[in-house]
């Protein structure tokens, strides 16, 4: 059921409107945004609550666009937006419990990371002291803490995007917003910000995360957002999407100095309706079902008796649910 927001009011305090629990953490309503000619965001409507939600869609599909909506860097041109039952335009107190991590927001490269989220602390009200226990805290969560005392400037790109993460928790937020946080990041920096993102959630958090790679997405939860040229294409469970996805026509790629041998073994299988051999050491599997074949593909190898060196399913990624999710229903 929809909360009724004409519950909250838009002068009331932190105090008053914390007292709303059934309100969600996020409420887009018919929300729209444009600059000049071009469309932004078309339409759209949703309704976000606790746990990891990630936001899915090419370059220009309006996810960052959404997430400034959300964070108050950006109006909507049509439409309302209410964080925790209140609209944060009419009243920011909503804005005390976001943290918000831009997709190119710039360091100050000179300060320690340490003296960087110390320095937030206190422009969120904390004393000295408060201010300083903090900083420890969070930069110790996102695995920080023996690099504290180093200039930002000689970070990773990966121990940046973690301080700018440390940054957004240090008021204990109950709203996280992150842009593409794992972008230009090495594989244990992506791993580790992961497992933050994930913790984060299981505290009960709400976490709001854009990237346009389903792998990383699907590794950090199941719940997501689609957009794509401005409009909302999916909400809901990821998993329900691939088991639609499933059944439509999927390649797999295996990797073998014997593809014909291995090419004869599965072409019996009654969910492969064809093998290719696209170069002498790769054989293509085409199936209309990718559980089915993925569920017997090691006993069909092991049967063969050819060894396969790698496993890849080319038509696992964005565009291919976009393709799918745009006009592959019929």
């Known amino acids: 059921m929809m909360p009724d927001f004409d519950q909250v009011g838009e ?3 932190q105090k008053e409107w914390q007292k709303v629990p059934e309100a969600p953490a996020i409420m887009v309503d018919h929300v729209s945004k444009w600059y000049g000619q071009v469309i932004g965001l078309n339409d759209v409507s949703l309704a976000i609550s606790g746990g990891v939600t990630g936001v899915l869609g090419m370059n220009g599909a309006g996810k960052s666009t959404l997430l400034k909506i959300i964070v108050g860097r950006l109006r909507p041109s049509q439409g309302q937006i209410r964080l925790f039952g209140t609209d944060p335009f009419k009243n920011p107190a909503p804005y005390h419990r976001l943290g918000y991590v831009s997709e190119s927001e710039k360091l100050y490269d000179w300060m320690t990371g340490l003296d960087f989220v110390t320095t937030l602390a206190r422009l969120h009200g904390m004393t000295r002291n408060e ?26 790109k990966g121990m940046r995007q973690r301080v700018k993460i440390a940054h957004a928790l240090v008021n204990d937020p109950d709203l996280i917003v992150l842009d593409e946080p794992l972008q230009g990041c090495d594989p244990l920096a992506r791993t580790t910000i992961m497992n933050v993102i994930r913790e984060l959630g299981a505290m009960g958090k709400t976490i709001l995360v854009t ?5 990383e997405i699907e590794r950090i939860t199941e719940q997501i957002v689609i957009l794509h040229n401005g409009r909302l294409l ?4 990821l998993h329900s999407i691939r088991e639609l996805l499933d059944h439509i026509p999927h390649r797999i790629l295996l990797r073998t100095p014997d593809p014909r041998n291995l090419g004869r073994s599965v072409l019996p299988h009654p969910s492969v309706y064809g093998v290719r051999f696209p170069n002498p050491e790769e054989l293509i599997i085409e199936t209309n079902s990718l559980s089915d074949v993925h569920q017997d593909l090691p006993k069909l190898i092991v049967e063969s008796g050819v060894k396969v060196t790698a496993i890849e399913n080319p038509d696992d990624n964005l565009q291919s649910l976009l393709g799918y999710l745009i006009g592959g229903r019929s």
């Open 131 to 156: 201010a300083r226990e903090r900083a420890e805290h969070v930069l110790d969560f996102v695995g920080l803490a023996d690099v504290g005392n180093k200039e930002i400037g000689k970070y990773s």
């Open 211 to 215: 990237s346009h790679i389903l792998s």
């Open 234 to 237: 999916a909400l809901g469970n």
């Open 11 to 13: 002068g009331q305090t």
